[in-house]
T-cell receptor
């Protein structure tokens, strides 16, 4: 079967750095997405990785290792507005998105 | 504003009611999706339409009936639902012309409560 694993919940402090991990087992791989979802709102696109390595975009970075079936989202200089759920999703061999259950990130002052 | 709108935002219905959810995308995309999002569970893909043709039906109960009259509009007709159908229903759209990158744009969702 296909599976995406990510922690259910994480807590971090304003101004700090947090890393949210995602591991996957899917039938094929055509890229990995990270989405952010604030409570009661639509998921919004953060990043897409298809090659190994680190992609940096402002305070957010996303890393991929295809050989390990592993990705992480790194958030720096955390702000209160970063409190949200972060969803990991993999595009499989049929170009279908397989979703993780999401990681709820709580930022404390 | 994401370019994908959904109405209503909130819906409470009894198990014998019939209601419809509406989704509209203003992004010129050719594919539209219905997802169910329950607390602490992965997004569940329900239906996919590509150029108005249904290409995916993930074993969804017949009490959920989708309709896609054109590439911009998508409906989900609901009848005789069960309390376990209470969830957030998300609509999304994407452009599938370039298979390498299937970024989906989501609407704000309809929070459905079945009594």
């Amino acid at each position: 079967g296909q599976n995406i694993d990510q922690p259910t919940e994480m807590t971090a402090t304003e101004g700090a750095i947090v890393q949210i991990n995602c591991t996957y087992q899917t039938s094929g791989f055509n890229g990995l997405f990270w989405y952010q979802q604030h409570a009661g709102e639509a998921p919004t696109f953060l990043s897409y990785n298809v090659l190994d390595g680190l992609e940096e975009k402002g305070r957010f970075s996303s890393f991929l290792s295809r050989s390990k079936g592993y990705s992480y989202l790194l958030l720096k200089e955390l702000q209160m507005k970063d409190s949200a759920s972060y969803l990991c999703a993999v595009l499989d061999s049929n170009y279908q998105l397989i979703w993780g259950a999401g990681t709820k990130l709580i930022i404390k002052p | 504003e994401t370019g994908v709108t959904q109405t209503p935002r909130h819906l409470v219905m009894g198990m014998t009611n019939k209601k419809s959810l509406k989704c509209e995308q203003h992004l010129g995309h050719n594919a539209m999706y219905w997802y169910k999002q329950s607390a602490k569970k992965p997004l569940e893909l329900m239906f996919v339409y590509n150029f108005k043709e249904q290409t995916e039906n993930n074993s969804v109960p017949s009490r959920f009936s989708p309709e896609c009259p054109n590439s911009s509009h998508l409906f989900l007709h609901l009848h005789t639902l069960q309390p376990e159908d209470s969830a957030l229903y998300l609509c999304a759209s994407s452009s599938t012309g370039t298979e390498r990158y299937n970024e989906q744009f989501f609407g704000p969702g309809t929070r459905l409560t079945v009594l």
